[in-house]
Every structure is written in C-alpha cells, then in structure tokens.
C-alpha cells in the first residue's frame, strides 16, 4: 500500500487533484494506494500532537500509524514561499523518528503557478528525508505554471500525466 | 525596532532562551528589539489563519502587523529533522506577501542537539527569504551541541554569546 | 570598480554576452566595470595555482589580485548538469581564503537552456559565498529558455534585459 | 566493479586515503572497486575535453569510458570553501551526458578539517546527480574533523572507519 501525501492543507487545493491522478496511475500499474490529505489533520496539531505531546492526540496517532506502517510514499508537493508548505514539514515533525521513514522509499512531484515547478521545494525535502534514512528517486517531475495545464481546473493535462505515468513506472521499480 | 523571532513552538525552549541573550546583546549596543515566541500564536492558525483564511484571525494578525511593520529580523532556528521546524515556514506562510520581507534584512542563528548545527536548515532558509526579497547576513553562527554549551541548561555559554555578539554587532551595520 | 564574472570556460559563451549586457547598465547607471572570463585563465590552473600551489601561478596572480582588491561582483551563472560550471567554484577555489570575499556583496543571474533559469546552481552559489562570508543581493534573475529569448543569438531580449537592469539598480543600493 | 571517485586533485589527499579505506572494507564485502583520483586527470582537461571539446582528449576519455561503464559509485567528498572541489564538478561536466548516471546509484561521503563535514556539499552533490538521474543513498556520513580522527595522519580512525563499513553494507544492498 503506497501511501500518497497531497501535501497542503489548502481546502481544494490543486495537490489534491494531483493526488487523485497518481492514485489512478498506480492503480493501473497494480498498485494499491492511500491519500493522506493534510487538511483532515486535527486543526491544532502543531501544538497538541508534537514534542512533549507527541504520541497524545489520538486523531492524529491514526496518521502516525498509518505512516509508520508504510513502505512506500509519494509527496505532491506544492510551492509556497520558494519552498514547500510549512505543514508538511510540521506533519513530518509530528511522526515517529527515525521509525517512520528510515530505508524506506519516496517519489517526490513539484508543482507551482510560477515558473519554479518547487524546484528548491524538491531539494529541501530530499535534504529532510535523506537526514531520516530515507531514499529518494532521483526523477522528481516540476510541474511549472500548473493551472495552465489543468483542464477546466479539475483535470491535469495529457503532458504532466505523461510526466507522472513515467515516474510512478520508475518508482515501482525503485 | 528589531523582531526577534524564537522558531519553535516547543515549551520551555532553548531558542527562547538564546532570543533573551541576542536581545540583551542588541540592548548592550543601544538597539530595541522584541520576541516573538512561536509558542504564543493561536494553536489552529495554520487552518484558520493561512489561504483563503488570510487575514481573517484576529490574534494572528496581531502577528501579521508586527512583522509587516519592522525592518531587520534576528531568526533563531533550532533543527529538527535536519531542517528548521515546520511551524516555523507556516508562521512565514501566514504572512503577508511580499511585503513582509521585501527588500528588508535578516540574520540567521542555528542551534542543534547534534552535530550540524542547523546547517541545512539555514540554507533552506535563506533560500526561503531570498525568494522573499529579503537579504541575508551572510555569517550565520550553528550552535551545535547546544545543550553542552548551556550552563544550568538555563544560561548560554561564553563561547556562543561572544559568536551571537560578533554577528549582532555585522548585523547593525548590515 | 565592480568585477563582473563571466561563470564558464566555453567559447564564445552567451554568458559572455551577458556580462557585456550587465557592463553597458552599470555603466548607464554611472558605475564602472570589468569583465572577468574564465576563458582566460591558464588552462591548468587547477593543476598549478591551488593547494600547494597556491599563489605560483603568475597569470592566475592577476586575477587573484584583481579579485582581492575589489568590493562588489556580479557572477553570471550558466546552469550545467543541474549547478553552476565547475570551473566557476574551481575559481573560487584558488583564490585567497577568506580576505577575497569576507565581508564583501554580490549579485548573481542564472541562465539557463532548460525551464530551470539556473535555480539550484544560484542556491548552491549562495551557500559557497556566504560560507567565505558574502552578502548575496536577494534578487537573483533566472533568465530560463535563454536561446529563445535573444535575438540573433547575439543580443539580449527586452525583457530580461529589463530584469537585469532592475537588479543592477537594487545591486549599486545594496 | 564499483568505481570510487577521490574528489579532489589534492596531491597527497586524506581522500585518497579514504578512498583505499572504503575499497578494503568492499573488497572484504565480497566487492571488487576501482579507485579513480582526479589527480590522474589531464591537467587543462577543463579546456581540452568539455564543450565543443567533448570526446576529443584521448587521455580523458579513458575516464569518460570508465565512468559510463559502470553501474554503482562512491564519492569520497572533501569540503573546500562550504561545497565540495571545483574539480570534481569538472569532471562530472566532462562526462557523457545523460547515460553516465541515469538510473545508477550513488554513496557519498563527507569530509572536512572543520565541524561541518561537508554537509552543504553533499546536499548540493545529491542535487546535481539527482538531476542527473543517478539515485543517491540516504546514509552519507559526514566525517567532520578528519584529522583529530586519524592515526598517524595515514589511516583513519576505527570510529569513522565503522560508520563507512556500516554505509558500504547499505549500499551494497541499494
């Protein structure tokens, strides 16, 4: 069970949408997955759920289990700020260490309005998860001037599918 | 009036700790400043302060206005996960764009338990605020094994001030 | 004088008309400058003026001198294999340690083939420059798809010639 | 049959000696490895074999053949100014491009006189081979303070020498 994290809490976020599109791709490929959408974490999870909290909100232990038990992870990240959003990086503070992802494997997907397709998102997160033990797959797709190849800003374009059909092919592989 | 900002919500942290000693540091050499303590923000603010919700937290934007209204900033960055701590960027993502740090300055103070001393998690943020507008002083003190360099883990120690007060001192005439 | 670095050793470079173009702004904005090309330096140089050769290599000696005694750089950043030349931190590399760069400013303007304007190799920069204890200017033009934005393959174009010009005039502030 | 990179042209390198370090520890792994010291290279290779000079300097094409043929990769990565040597980026420009890397596999390994141990370079290496399409192992010792963890100046010390063995295992299974 792959487990792919839209990787904002924005409420209909276009990540979301990404999500979906992987999970299809994988699903045709064989492969079973989950979506972890991080606007379903409890609201005041940054505060009640880490440091000397961790391990005590029970809504957010379900995460916690679920990403401990997982092997493998996709991240569809968007830009914000030239880097990702601040709650990934709060959820990932928030799981067990090292546990969680050490020798375990990952796909990482950028995507951004701008030009930057969250390139420095992308080697910010590698540098975080490598520091946990975890691999990276070398191909992480940069969605650049993402609403441009949507379809009705509800369907990713023929392009970038492509683009994610071949690193989800490369990631089963990984 | 210079902000500093102790980048983490933990209780009782160190990077508070190292804030009242830069603050003492900038008073020494006739500078005003004030902490902003993370811990302080409302729990969900990254829920209810963030997105669609910009602007519309009272207690946030308290915040939002003390940030937007200063000129030079002194971040103090504990590492976790071999990076800075998520509520960190999501404090920065709740801010207003871009005039916040445009064109405004910054130093950058890294502390860690281990043995890099935030390293990464200064880089990461420099590319952050750079993206921002915001220049950076380019020496950046890393704290390594923090708490050794404590005294009654209450106190920092002579060596670490006297790198805080050569940076403070580049700073002012940054 | 304001040293410009043309950052490769390829022939007949479109970093090299670059610097040409950042030459005539500074200019128009009443500052001199020169340009530097790496093309000029001694092709042993990374043989024969570092380590313990540093500072025997007469015709490097120029440029170490050049580079000792100036106080603002402009570096022109072509992107190769995801970074900056090696050549370019093979420079760096044989200059004097820490008096070159210590306290001192630059800019820096990426240019790229490729969709990435030279993003990471200009946060890989940043990182280098400020370790020797160097302001970086936080705004850092990526000039993507280069080719197709000069005409003749030998002139700028209007636009990133304007986005040039607006750094240069943030640069001579800074 | 491993190929280790020593990733300096240093006469006399501590990578070098690592780099013999490491090729015991594979051999006694049941794993044959050949060391390749960038001091062999031809001296004016950065202006003989790159650009419009790729293929042509026979004594650096014995590198490029090695280098293509080869499936798995050590980096033995001293740090110089806050990244790794000019002349190791040389190099990688130097070889054929993209199939000297894609879908390959890579260890790295830091090493610096001071407290850093090359972190800034191995972030910026994983950037680079990333793009390459070269996949990179999470686990990348920073051997900080490398002379202090010497004997005699010509062999490492068992500490560092087990945190290597402990990365080779791992890599083995990569």
Same mark, same amino acid.
């Given at each position: 069970?792959?487990? /792919?994290?839209?990787?904002?809490?924005?409420?209909?976020?276009?990540? @979301?949408?990404?999500?979906?599109?992987?999970?299809?791709?994988?699903?045709?490929? *064989?492969?079973?997955?989950?979506? /972890? %959408?991080?606007?379903?974490?409890?609201? %005041?999870?940054?505060?009640? $759920?880490? =440091?000397?909290? $961790?391990?005590?909100?029970?809504?957010?232990?379900?995460?916690?289990? #679920? !990403?401990?038990?997982?092997?493998?992870?996709? +991240?569809?990240?968007?830009?914000?700020?030239?880097?990702?959003?601040?709650?990934? &990086?709060?959820?990932?503070?928030?799981?067990?260490?090292?546990? #969680?992802? @050490?020798? &375990?494997?990952?796909?990482?997907?950028?995507?951004?309005?701008?030009?930057?397709?969250?390139?420095?998102?992308?080697?910010?997160? #590698? %540098? /975080?998860?490598? =520091?946990?033990?975890?691999?990276?797959?070398?191909?992480?797709?940069?969605? !650049?001037?993402?609403?441009?190849?949507? @379809? %009705?800003?509800?369907?990713? *374009?023929? +392009?970038?599918?492509?683009?994610?059909?071949?690193?989800?092919?490369?990631?089963?592989? +990984?």
């Amino acid at each position: 069970m792959i487990q /792919i994290i839209s990787g904002t809490n924005r409420v209909d976020s276009v990540s @979301k949408i990404l999500s979906q599109t992987y999970q299809g791709i994988l699903s045709s490929l *064989g492969h079973e997955s989950n979506i /972890i %959408d991080l606007n379903d974490l409890p609201e %005041d999870f940054a505060y009640s $759920a880490l =440091y000397n909290n $961790a391990g005590k909100n029970q809504d957010f232990n379900i995460f916690r289990e #679920t !990403m401990l038990n997982a092997e493998k992870f996709v +991240f569809i990240v968007p830009e914000y700020n030239g880097s990702f959003p601040g709650v990934l &990086k709060t959820f990932i503070d928030g799981l067990q260490f090292p546990d #969680t992802f @050490k020798n &375990k494997k990952a796909a990482l997907v950028g995507l951004s309005s701008g030009i930057q397709g969250a390139g420095l998102a992308l080697s910010h997160l #590698t %540098d /975080i998860f490598n =520091y946990c033990g975890m691999h990276i797959l070398a191909q992480k797709p940069k969605l !650049m001037h993402i609403e441009k190849n949507m @379809k %009705d800003k509800k369907e990713l *374009g023929d +392009f970038y599918t492509s683009l994610l059909q071949e690193q989800a092919e490369m990631f089963i592989a +990984f």
